[in-house]
C-alpha cells in the first residue's frame, strides 16, 4: 500500500459551486496509483465539498439558492465577527461535508456520468480555499 498526499487550492470569487474534477484527476495520474481510495479534505470552516451534477449549471443553482433560503444571513446570529455571512456559512458547511472519499479503479476515479467534485463557497467575498488530497492505493 502507497500514500500520495498533494495540496489543492482553488480561488474563489464569491459563494458558488467551483468545479475541480479536473485537479484532482490530473493528482490521481500524478500518483501513478491505479487502485485505492482518494480522501480529499477542506481546510475551511465556511465551505464545504460536494459531489453534485455537472452537465447542468441550473442544478447547482437550485442548490445555492436551497441554501440561501435554508439557512438565510438576515438572522441575528450571535456569531458575526466577519459580518453577515460569517455564521450561515458555518451552518451551511456544518450541514454539507468537509469531506468526500471517492474510490480509484484503474487509474481514474469512477464518477458517474453527470458526476462532478466541487468546492461550495458559502462567503460572499473571494477565498483562496486549501483543499488537501489523500490517495491510499496500490
Same mark, same amino acid.
Given at each position: 500500500?502507497?500514500?500520495?498526499?498533494?495540496? *489543492?487550492? !482553488? =480561488?474563489?470569487?464569491?459563494?458558488?459551486?467551483?468545479? @475541480?474534477?479536473?485537479?484532482?484527476? +490530473?493528482?490521481? $495520474?500524478?500518483?501513478?496509483?491505479?487502485?485505492?481510495?482518494?480522501? *480529499?479534505? !477542506? =481546510?475551511?470552516?465556511?465551505?464545504?465539498?460536494?459531489? @453534485?451534477?455537472?452537465?447542468?449549471? +441550473?442544478?447547482? $443553482?437550485?442548490?445555492?439558492?436551497?441554501?440561501?433560503?435554508?439557512?438565510?444571513?438576515? =438572522?441575528?446570529?450571535?456569531?458575526?465577527?466577519?459580518?453577515?455571512?460569517?455564521?450561515?456559512?458555518?451552518?451551511?458547511?456544518?450541514?454539507?461535508?468537509?469531506?468526500?472519499?471517492?474510490?480509484?479503479?484503474?487509474?481514474?476515479?469512477?464518477?458517474?456520468?453527470?458526476?462532478?467534485?466541487?468546492?461550495?463557497?458559502?462567503?460572499?467575498?473571494?477565498?483562496?480555499?486549501?483543499?488537501?488530497?489523500?490517495?491510499?492505493?496500490?
Amino acid at each position: 500500500m502507497s500514500v500520495y498526499q498533494a495540496e *489543492l487550492q !482553488v =480561488q474563489t470569487k464569491g459563494k458558488g459551486t467551483y468545479e @475541480m474534477t479536473d485537479e484532482v484527476e +490530473a493528482q490521481v $495520474r500524478k500518483s501513478g496509483l491505479r487502485n485505492g481510495i482518494v480522501t *480529499l479534505f !477542506v =481546510q475551511h470552516t465556511s465551505c464545504s465539498l460536494v459531489i @453534485m451534477e455537472n452537465a447542468a449549471p +441550473a442544478a447547482r $443553482r437550485d442548490l445555492e439558492r436551497f441554501f440561501d433560503q435554508l439557512v438565510p444571513e438576515n =438572522q441575528n446570529f450571535e456569531h458575526n465577527d466577519e459580518g453577515p455571512d460569517d455564521m450561515p456559512s458555518h451552518i451551511r458547511m456544518a450541514l454539507t461535508r468537509t469531506s468526500e472519499t471517492i474510490p480509484l479503479a484503474d487509474g481514474r476515479l469512477p464518477l458517474g456520468t453527470w458526476q462532478g467534485i466541487f468546492l461550495f463557497e458559502h462567503r460572499r467575498n473571494p477565498h483562496q480555499r486549501q483543499i488537501s488530497l489523500t490517495i491510499l492505493g496500490e
